[in-house]
Structure formats: structure tokens, C-alpha cells
Nanobody
């Protein structure tokens, strides 16, 4: 079975940094579309950052210039480097993997930014 496990979330002060990781098992994600999503209470889940099968990246306007998505194919791990964090970044962050039009999700990791 394909499994995605996020880690690296926690409590951080405004202006701080975190690096989220998504470790995959049951598949390899080289040449796969992947992304980080987040969902805050009372809000829709939104795409934060995506990386394509060709390794092009895209970001939500709200995080552009602050977050960086990357992956290690050798480690089968996806990363999200989060800098200059703001209270509005507080959410549960989810890793997503697309395989043959099927989307797989991790359980999420909580990021809380205090003001």
C-alpha cells in the first residue's frame, strides 16, 4: 500500500522557520506530481506548493517567497521549507501524491505560529 507520513510540524513564533518532511513508502515518487496542502479551521483545504513530474514548482501567492518545495528522490522524501512564518500559516499541512490519477494523502502535521 502507498503510505505518506508527514513530520516536522510544531509550535513556532512569528518569523520562525520549520521544515516539513513527507516520507513515502510502497511507491517511488520520482517523476510524480506531488504537493503540500493545508487546511485551517473553518477554511477549505488549499494547495500551498506543488512540484511536477518534471520538477517545476508553483506556490500559492500567500507563501511565495517564503516557502520552498523540494524532494529527494534517493530518500523518497518530499520537503517544505517554511521561513518567515506568520500566524495565518497556522494549519494542518498534508502531503499529496498523484499516481495514475489517484491521489494519496498523509495524515497531516500541525503547524501553529504564535503571535
Amino acid at each position: 500500500q502507498v503510505q505518506l507520513v508527514e513530520s516536522g510540524g510544531g509550535l513556532v513564533q512569528t518569523g520562525g522557520s520549520l521544515r516539513l518532511s513527507c516520507a513515502a513508502s510502497g511507491t517511488i515518487f520520482s517523476r510524480k506530481n506531488m504537493g503540500w496542502y493545508r487546511q485551517a479551521p473553518g477554511k477549505q483545504r488549499e494547495l500551498v506548493a506543488g512540484i511536477s513530474s518534471g520538477d517545476s514548482t508553483n506556490y500559492a501567492d500567500s507563501v511565495k517567497g517564503r516557502f520552498t518545495i523540494s524532494r529527494s528522490n534517493a530518500k523518497n522524501t518530499l520537503y517544505l521549507q517554511m521561513n518567515s512564518l506568520k500566524p495565518e500559516d497556522t494549519a494542518v499541512y498534508y502531503c499529496n501524491l498523484e499516481i495514475a490519477y489517484t491521489h494519496y494523502w498523509g495524515q497531516g502535521t500541525q503547524v501553529t505560529v504564535s503571535s
